[in-house]
């Protein structure tokens, strides 16, 4: 096929980046790259059940060192883009990383990582042959994916990619509860990304690129005549990421399939999957179309209230400790939604430091409710009891998982409520703040009731007053430093990023900044010149 | 002829949202199927219908010598089709197996999850 160009007359330079990448900037792909050979490698071993778990750690042990050297450079270098192919943007597909997708990234990371740890006691043998570790890396592959995209469409497919690793964790064990609860989460899930598909194609109608920095850039000069278009996909994409965060009317999937798979499972999910969400939502409205942002923000706020009381309100009915923490997830949600309702600066980060709060704790509060069913043989609150007595350590991290959840110092969940209830009040929006207030008094009732039932009370329903039973103990040893290890880090974690808020004040900071600055973004896909 | 497409679509856009409000789960998941086509027919449909040439160059030129048609939402399309096919298939057999185990495929009834007379929490201490 060789045509009668030859190679020395065509320009390369005019459509492609022939400069070699600099060594650090792999780096931006690095966290994809080792999830996707992390999965194949799982699912090649997936027979040999007892060395599989030990490279599944290796691959998510990598994959925290990779996330930890690449928001270690974002900060040193700011923004980092690398284009598939080395084709100048728009026509490559950019990864683009800044301070909010390498933060949340790395923490998404060590929560995997923690959940690969707890993982290899609570999967048994069958789980493991059935895939819990190709998919938990995968998903990984799915959630990093997305974080570190700089492209509309490319996140769409990180979001399937995810949302099909998530289909293979959530029917592992095959109960009858599992297959009700995955047909409602996938049938929705579906939905949701579907609405997100069509407002990538009305995005692509209406601008002619799909690169996230190119319509950033694009998005000021367009006339007035395209306004009415924009708001119709920024209701799209509000309604579709709303879906996949599980915001108030379109969040009924998430109470009905997050307690049933493995403990761990729901662990994993609880943590990470609706923070994606959330993720997308700050990055599309904040980034891409604050103007449409500016608009909904009313409706953002009423979302963001009702998410929150409903949440907390559900999490208060349920009498499963699971049920009671994945309705917390859903009024998490709601205070982030809030910053995203207010907007400013101080908003922004707040809700991305509720995102890394909301990620960390719940996905240690699942991970205690499953050493509670080891311990007390049961999730119900009725039947738990006497677990103070049977292991008081546990008790004291129970307690400050609840404190941290329910937004009281000196724990994670302190700083990012302050900040949001600062930002909702200089913004004017009260009612904002109230409800935030308000959830965050729930919480503690609803956790507070949790603890009281499950750790201090003697026994379970029935056990006279002033009287100890112990507790039942289970048939496998607790004493596994395997369920240990990673419930402790992540309480650590929260502990940290409690008394030391500096660090998580500087980070959220300079990821709120480079979303509502989109210069620095926008510079590091397109270079200086436009 | 966009006009027409865009309301073909519409059609299928109002045909699969009456689907998945039927509380059949295969009716539900055939509105799905028929929601994701009509997905893909508006990313077509944002690339601009032409009836131009294939986006093919000719031998010995650099750039095409015509307007040719958009390949790009035929790519997009394309990655669409394979994921929601894919997707799609992997429902048909998750719904099978909860038919299966529970009995039912009224979404009214399938409240194993949630159950309906599910006790309330602890009243007093």
């Avoid at chain 1, 708001?231 to 399939?257: C, D, E, Q, R």
Wanted: glycine letters at 12%; a neutral charge; hydrophobic letters at 55%.
């Amino acid at each position: 096929m060789a045509g009668p160009i030859s190679s020395a007359k065509v320009d390369y330079s005019a459509a492609m980046n022939l400069a070699p990448v600099a060594a650090g900037d792999w780096l931006v792909v690095a966290p994809v790259l080792i999830s996707l050979v992390g999965g194949a490698v799982c699912l090649m071993t997936r027979k040999n059940t007892q060395a599989q778990p030990k490279l599944a750690m290796i691959f998510l042990a990598l994959l925290v060192a990779a996330n930890l050297g690449l928001l270690v450079r974002v900060l040193d270098k700011g923004v980092i883009t690398m284009v598939m192919g080395g084709w100048l943007p728009p026509f490559g597909i950019a990864f683009t990383a800044d301070a909010l997708g390498a933060t949340l990234s790395l923490v998404a990371s060590i929560v995997a990582f923690c959940a690969g740890l707890y993982g290899a006691v609570t999967v048994d043998g069958t789980g493991r042959r059935y895939g819990y570790y190709p998919f938990l890396v995968l998903l990984m592959a799915g959630v990093c994916g997305a974080f570190l995209t700089g492209d509309i469409f490319n996140l769409y497919v990180w979001f399937e990619v995810l949302l099909i690793a998530s289909f293979g964790l959530i029917i592992l064990g095959n109960d009858r509860p599992q297959l009700d609860g995955a047909v409602k989460y996938g049938v929705l899930n579906l939905i949701g990304t579907n609405l997100f598909l069509i407002g990538t194609g009305m995005i692509y109608g209406v601008f002619g690129t799909l690169n996230m920095a190119d319509i950033a850039a694009k998005i000021s000069e367009l006339d007035n005549a395209a306004s009415g278009t924009l708001l119709t996909i920024g209701v799209l994409y509000f309604l579709a990421f709303a879906m996949k965060a599980a915001a108030f009317p379109v969040n009924f999937w998430l109470p009905a399939s997050y307690h049933t798979p493995n403990i761990v499972v729901s662990a994993v999910f609880a943590g990470l999957l609706t923070k994606v969400g959330v993720y997308a939502l700050i990055r599309i409205f904040v980034l891409i179309m604050p103007e449409s942002r500016d608009y909904m923000a009313d409706l953002i706020a009423v979302v963001a209230i009702a998410t929150m009381i409903t949440g907390v309100l559900g999490a208060l009915a349920q009498t499963e400790v699971r049920r009671v923490f994945g309705y917390l997830v859903i009024a998490g949600i709601g205070s982030m939604l809030a910053g995203l309702a207010v907007g400013s600066n101080l908003a922004i980060s707040g809700a991305i430091f509720y995102a890394v709060h909301s990620i960390l704790v719940m996905t240690a509060l699942y991970m205690a409710a499953g050493v509670m069913h080891r311990m007390g043989g049961s999730y119900d609150m009725r039947e738990l009891g006497g677990l103070y007595g049977a292991n008081p350590a546990f008790a004291g991290v129970f307690l400050i998982l609840a404190f941290a959840v329910s937004g009281l110092p000196p724990f994670s969940g302190f700083w990012p409520k302050v900040m949001l209830v600062d930002a909702a009040m200089s913004d004017g929006r009260g009612w904002l703040a109230f409800a935030i207030l308000l959830s965050g008094f729930l919480t503690t009732l609803a956790v507070g009731r949790v603890w009281i039932y499950a750790f201090w009370r003697g026994g379970p329903e029935g056990t006279p007053d002033g009287t100890a039973v112990a507790a039942s103990g289970g048939t496998i040893s607790i004493g596994s430093s395997a369920l240990w290890l990673p419930i402790g880090i992540l309480t650590a974690m929260i502990v940290y990023f409690g008394l030391q808020p500096e660090v998580m004040f500087d980070l959220s900071a300079r990821g709120a900044l480079g979303v509502i600055e989109p210069l620095g973004y926008v510079r590091s896909v397109f270079g200086d010149a436009p | 002829m966009e006009t027409g497409l865009a309301i073909v679509i519409g059609l299928f856009f109002a045909v699969s949202v009456y689907l998945m409000l039927s509380k059949q789960l295969v009716r539900m998941l055939l509105g799905i199927a028929i929601l994701g086509n009509s997905v893909n027919m508006s990313i077509f449909l944002n690339g601009r219908l032409t009836r131009e040439v294939p986006p093919v160059i000719p031998q010995g030129l650099l750039v095409p010598t015509e307007v040719t048609a958009n390949p790009l939402p035929q790519a997009l399309v394309l990655t669409a089709i394979v994921i929601s096919f894919s997707f799609f298939a992997f429902l048909l057999v998750l719904a099978f197996r909860a038919y299966q185990e529970v009995g039912t495929d009224d979404v009214n009834e399938m409240r194993v999850a949630e159950p309906e007379n599910d006790p309330l929490p602890p009243q007093g201490y």
